[in-house]
């Protein structure tokens, strides 16, 4: 669990500011998917990605949102022109994805919006 | 398409069992079960595939099944550290892809 990395764990933007959020998947694990959690609620899916390639974004807003995973370094959700409506926990989670298995989710980052 | 968990929350005393329940209205092909602590990452408890499976650990297990596509964790004999909010997150479908649609949650608060 611990070996999935995100950051920053807090983040303050301003209206009409871009955040971009990071995610590390554990050692040898390719697969990654996104989920956005607001206060007090359940885990939300935004987006699934492998190396390259995404998979499956089918729960992502269709403007101001992008992810990436690049063949090097981490993961990226990148939402740009934030609103206080993008306030939220943003998880990361990964798993190898060759059969089913769990995924082991990072600690969050908090977007605040103000 | 999210699954629906049963109850919403509990609130036991230590030693108590509780079971909660997570019913889709779609096929599954597994069923995953998380508990987070408030401000916490959500912790891997267990995945139960399609087939109608039981599976445990320590004091907890779960059940999967397939036809009327529900699964229930059993908690039993509660202790302090089993507070937290449980989510049953759902594969639909016929095969894996990982992505997983989470209930609502069911908060467990375990008194002494």
């Known amino acids: 669990n611990a070996g999935v990395m995100q950051n920053p764990r807090h983040l303050v933007r301003r209206r009409g500011q871009e955040a971009r959020l990071r995610c590390s998947p554990m050692?040898?694990?390719?697969?990654v998917y996104w989920y956005r959690q607001l206060p007090e609620e359940g885990l939300k899916f935004m987006v699934y990605?492998?190396?390259?390639?995404?998979?499956?974004e089918s729960g992502m807003p269709k403007e101001r949102f992008s992810a990436e995973f690049p063949k090097e370094g981490p993961s990226i959700l990148r939402i740009q022109q934030v609103v206080r409506g993008d306030s939220a926990a943003y998880f990361c989670?990964?798993?190898?994805?060759?059969?089913?298995?769990?995924?082991?989710f990072g600690q969050g980052t908090r977007l605040t919006v103000v | 398409q999210q699954p629906v968990q049963s109850p919403q929350a509990v609130i036991l005393r230590e030693g108590e069992d509780a079971v909660i329940n997570c019913s889709s209205s779609k096929a599954l092909y597994s069923v995953h079960w998380y508990r987070q602590k408030h401000g916490e990452a959500p912790v891997f408890l267990m995945i139960?595939?399609?087939?109608?499976e039981q599976k445990g650990h320590e004091k907890i297990s779960a059940s999967f099944n397939e036809k009327k596509q529900q699964s229930s964790l059993y908690l039993t004999a509660s202790q302090l550290s089993y507070s937290g909010t449980y989510f049953c997150?759902?594969?639909?479908?016929?095969?894996?892809?990982?992505?997983?649609?989470f209930g609502q949650g069911t908060t467990l608060q375990v008194k002494p």
């Open positions: 997150g759902t594969e639909i479908g016929s095969s894996n892809t990982g992505k997983l649609i």
């Open positions: 990605l492998q190396k390259e390639n995404i998979i499956d």
């Open positions: 050692k040898g694990h390719s697969h």
């Open positions: 139960l595939l399609k087939g109608g």
């Open positions: 989670a990964s798993s190898p994805g060759s059969a089913v298995g769990e995924a082991f």
